[in-house]
């Protein structure tokens, strides 16, 4: 349901696949076999609109509306995979199994290593709890439960991390600069603009893995706070 998709049908692909399961987005089929999650863009924006099957994850790409059905009856129902609509790479490394290539076997993505768009478009980004199934939650909870604002300060400055932004500007130090600083209230900005034309990588993010930004800025308020737990935190 990212944008490119979403301009190409997606909400028509989804309107049709709900009503053909007879559920509704994020719920069961009363079996429990079968579930729809809407997600966000997972990057490859001009093979839209895009249809993942999951356990094994078939990538089917330049879905129709006529082909909800066939995806249904036959690779749902049916197990047969509709080889047609598979995404057909031209990169040289076969997939595991001929029949279907998954997301990750694209030649576009085998060479990543997805570390900040990690769950973009394999979880929905409006549910907590498929965040937290994929350990969200956990950093923000090992630094208010076992470490200091100090501790949180080195381990970052320790890991190298830098801004986004073509300045690379150090995480770490950025933080430690902040922290010093005496006021009765402090604030925790999130500048999402991407001023660069077609450049999508913080709205990537926001849409498609919002908790991770509340997660690390609610980890970045600690660090400032000069204490070992945050009085007030607001959204």
């Not at 509709?82 to 290539?101: C, F, H, I, M």
């Not at 907590?128 to 994929?134: G, K, T, W």
Request: hydrophobic share 35%; glycine share 10%; aromatic share 8%.
């Amino acid at each position: 349901m990212g944008t490119a998709c979403y301009v190409k049908g997606s909400q028509t692909l989804l309107d049709a696949l709900t009503e053909k399961l007879g559920i509704g987005v994020d719920e069961c089929t009363p079996d429990g076999k079968f579930s729809i999650t809407a997600c966000r863009c997972i990057g490859a924006c001009g093979l839209g609109p895009v249809v993942i099957v999951y356990p094994e994850g078939t990538f089917y790409s330049q879905v129709k509306i006529e082909d909800v059905e066939e995806i249904v009856e036959s690779h749902l129902l049916k197990e047969h995979i509709v080889e047609r609509l598979v995404y057909a790479d031209t990169g040289k490394v076969q997939p595991k199994n001929p029949k279907y290539v998954t997301l990750k076997e694209t030649a576009f993505y085998r060479s990543q290593d997805r570390i900040v768009l990690r769950n973009c478009g394999v979880i929905n980004p409006e549910d907590i709890n498929e965040y937290i199934a994929r350990d969200g939650y956990q950093a923000l909870n090992k630094a208010l439960t076992t470490m200091t604002p100090d501790d949180v300060i080195k381990c970052i400055s320790d890991s190298g991390l830098r801004g986004r932004g073509g300045g690379g500007f150090p995480t770490g130090f950025k933080w430690a600069l902040c922290a010093p600083n005496k006021a009765p209230q402090k604030y925790v900005v999130c500048n999402a603009d991407v001023g660069d034309p077609d450049a999508f990588m913080d709205r990537s993010v926001l849409e498609g893995d919002p908790h991770c930004i509340i997660e690390a800025m609610t980890i970045a308020g600690f660090t400032k706070t000069q204490f070992c737990y945050l009085k007030n935190i607001c959204f």
